[in-house]
């Protein structure tokens, strides 16, 4: 239970860095900006047609099932903030690439004191690192998909089904934040996905409250905006924290 709150604590321990360090804002001022572009246009399109289906839906309920429809509104509202918040943050990740990278790797080296002989960013270089972002991208989605339609048979069981299915999505939501958030030390290193996956499963259950906690603050709207790089922050101070650099499987890419 200890690491478990240990790991909870990094949002926490991130925002106090930040606050310490204005320097690090440089990092972050663009591509929040930027997110609060996609994110307007995002909530606008997916928020508008996702309502008026949800309306669609409850006109057709009969007027003695009003608390029902009432309560299935809510319902169906909150999972539309949620989705549009996951979409938001996909968008926001890849978008911020380059500068969330940039942001880990100071942060690293201040914590550390060992300066990476990196080039300064060129124009090839941030197409090179979006590129690897959206690949990445990829195959968390095709994660997320395989595990989530097993989830979803869950639901077949009797009366644990739902309970069973709902801990899995948490389970699942919590490993794709840990991927999105612990990602920036790990791909410094040149990690294949597995090794990633492996890296995250060797630090439960420090893990686990890392990314339970980071998916519930990027689930929140307009709130997620600025959940992004400051749990980019949190997962960096949680790989120095632990030298994992140290214990990291030899790089395969």
């Not at 003695?64 to 999972?79: K, P, S, Y």
């Not at 990196?118 to 690897?132: E, F, H, I, L, Q």
């Not at 958030?181 to 791909?187: A, I, S, T, V």
């Amino acid at each position: 239970m200890q690491m478990f709150l240990t790991g909870a604590a990094y949002p926490l321990r991130a925002l106090n860095v930040l606050g310490r360090y204005p320097t690090f804002w440089k990092y972050i001022i663009i591509p929040v900006f930027l997110n609060m572009l996609a994110g307007a246009t995002l909530y606008a399109g997916l928020l508008l047609a996702g309502f008026r289906m949800i309306d669609g839906l409850i006109t057709g309920l009969p007027e003695w099932m009003a608390l029902i429809a009432w309560v299935l509104r809510a319902l169906l509202a909150v999972t539309l903030l949620i989705a549009t918040g996951f979409i938001l943050v996909r968008f926001g990740i890849v978008i911020g690439s380059p500068f969330y990278s940039r942001l880990s790797e100071r942060l690293e080296e201040h914590l550390s004191g060992v300066a990476f002989d990196a080039p300064p960013p060129t124009g090839g270089s941030v197409v090179r690192d979006v590129a690897r972002a959206l690949l990445f991208e990829i195959k968390k989605s095709l994660l997320a998909l395989t595990i989530g339609a097993s989830t979803l048979l869950l639901h077949l069981i009797p009366v644990v089904g739902s309970f069973l299915a709902t801990a899995g999505g948490i389970a699942l939501g919590a490993t794709i934040s840990c991927l999105d958030f612990l990602d920036p030390p790990l791909e410094r290193r040149r990690l294949r996905f597995r090794d990633k996956l492996g890296y995250i499963w060797q630090g439960l259950p420090a893990t686990a409250g890392f990314g339970l906690v980071c998916l519930g603050l990027v689930s929140i709207p307009l709130l997620n905006l600025f959940a992004i790089p400051l749990c980019i922050t949190a997962g960096t101070l949680f790989f120095c924290d632990r030298s994992a650099a140290r214990d990291l499987p030899r790089s395969q890419a």
